[in-house]
């Protein structure tokens, strides 16, 4: 199976700051990683498909880079909405396997 | 609109069954594979199987097989997941998941509210 690994697992950041997630993937997954968001007590939601293109209706503040094994989700200027746990999921091999979440807290 | 809605959730014995559903609409159902997901308290996500459009192919986590078997009714718009033999470790949140694309990817654009199964003596 794939690990992915996601770090930080919690990050507390102020309105208006670039706040940068990172993904590792155990073997080369090309461009096959996806992101979510999740609020709360809410299902996951698709942010960015195929590591970098924005699902249609997300806000152009969130975005994703990277191929192979190395991956970066980043939230250009950080809104209080944006609190929430973000989880990397790659799609290269079955099992698919996520990351294991990071937190998004404000500062 | 796309919709996904959960059902079938409760508590239950160690060894016991449950057969979750998940009733679609918005989109044409008989186009998409669909997957189940499930995320147990305090804990990420993981995946645990996927059923092909027309239900012929299946493929599901080691953690499950032989135990969950998912299956669809096109003509009802419904996927279900019948899960056998029931482990204290499979409490979870179940969430059924739309595939973005016809051809099947692994991308989840659409996922349902999800409902809660608590293995529990």
């Known amino acids: 199976d794939i690990q992915m690994t996601q770090s930080p697992s919690s990050l507390s950041a102020s309105v208006g700051d670039r706040v940068t997630i990172t993904c590792q993937a155990s073997?080369?997954?090309?461009?096959?990683l996806n992101w979510y968001q999740q609020k709360p007590g809410k299902a996951p939601k698709l942010l960015i498909y195929?590591?970098?293109n924005l699902e249609t209706g997300v806000p152009s503040r969130f975005s994703g880079s990277g191929s192979g094994t190395d991956f970066t989700f980043t939230i250009s200027s950080l809104q209080p909405e944006d609190i929430a746990t973000y989880s990397c999921?790659?799609?290269?091999?079955?099992?698919?396997?996520f990351g294991g979440g990071t937190k998004v807290e404000i500062k | 609109q796309v919709q996904l809605v959960e059902s079938g959730g409760g508590v239950v014995q160690p060894g016991r069954s449950l057969r979750l559903s998940c009733a679609a609409s918005?989109?044409?159902?008989?186009?998409?594979?669909i997957h189940w997901v499930r995320q147990a308290p305090g804990k990420g996500l993981e995946w645990v199987s996927v059923?092909?459009?027309?239900?012929?192919?299946?493929y599901s986590a080691d953690s499950v097989k032989g135990r969950f078997t998912i299956s669809r009714d096109n003509s009802k718009n419904t996927l279900y997941l019948q899960m056998n033999s029931l482990r204290d470790e499979d409490t979870a949140v179940y969430y059924c998941?739309?595939?973005?694309?016809?051809?099947?990817?692994?991308?989840?654009?659409?996922w349902g509210q999800g409902t809660l199964v608590t293995v529990s003596s």
């Open positions: 999921q790659q799609y290269e091999n079955r099992p698919l396997t």
């Open positions: 073997q080369d997954i090309r461009k096959y």
């Open positions: 918005g989109f044409t159902f008989s186009s998409y594979d």
């Open positions: 998941a739309k595939e973005q694309r016809y051809y099947g990817s692994g991308t989840f654009d659409f």
């Open positions: 195929d590591a970098s």
């Open positions: 059923i092909s459009h027309d239900g012929s192919k299946k």
